[in-house]
């Protein structure tokens, strides 16, 4: 069993989306900084029981089991200062909040959040479009609510 299966379900989340697909190559560079950052970030010098990985070419997920120990606030800056520095590293983003991501055709489609109405409006997106929720908090809404239809999900406000 590998370190995320055993995760509680409870355990928190951050997503960090970037603004384009990344190829398998940058996708395995990533993974090996993610996966010694998770084996090495801690809390008030207490180890964290986490896990660090890229989803679908396009989203760093991190999680934190805080049934083994909490993340402080130190903890957490830690972890913004990783990202920040592999944006640097591999010159992407993954801190912009006004890009959209939503499946089209099975891909994954990005779109600023300025033009999700036009979208909307034009008919190349509508109520039933998967969307990618990316302020879940817990592993289990990870797991169950990540991807859902664009009417059950906070982006409807912005068509």
Excluded at 89 to 103: A, C, G, P
Excluded at 147 to 159: A, E, Y
């Amino acid at each position: 069993m590998d370190v995320y299966e055993k995760l509680s379900s409870k355990s928190r989340v951050w997503i960090y989306q970037s603004d384009k697909r990344f190829s398998d190559e940058l996708v395995e560079k990533l993974n090996a900084q993610l996966a010694s950052f998770a084996e090495n970030w801690t809390s008030h010098n207490r180890q964290l029981f986490s896990f660090a990985k890229v989803f679908d070419n396009t989203f760093v997920v991190l999680m934190v089991d805080e049934t083994m120990a909490g993340a402080s606030g130190c903890s957490i800056d830690k972890s913004v200062h990783f990202i920040q520095s592999l944006e640097r590293e591999f010159e992407i983003s993954l801190m912009n909040r006004k890009i959209l991501t939503y499946k089209s055709d099975g891909e994954i489609q990005f779109s600023d959040l300025n033009d999700f109405s036009t979208l909307y409006k034009e008919g190349k997106i509508s109520d039933d479009t998967l969307v990618f929720d990316t302020l879940i908090k817990t592993k289990g809404d990870f797991e169950n609510h990540w991807v859902k239809p664009l009417h059950s999900s906070w982006h409807k406000r912005f068509v």
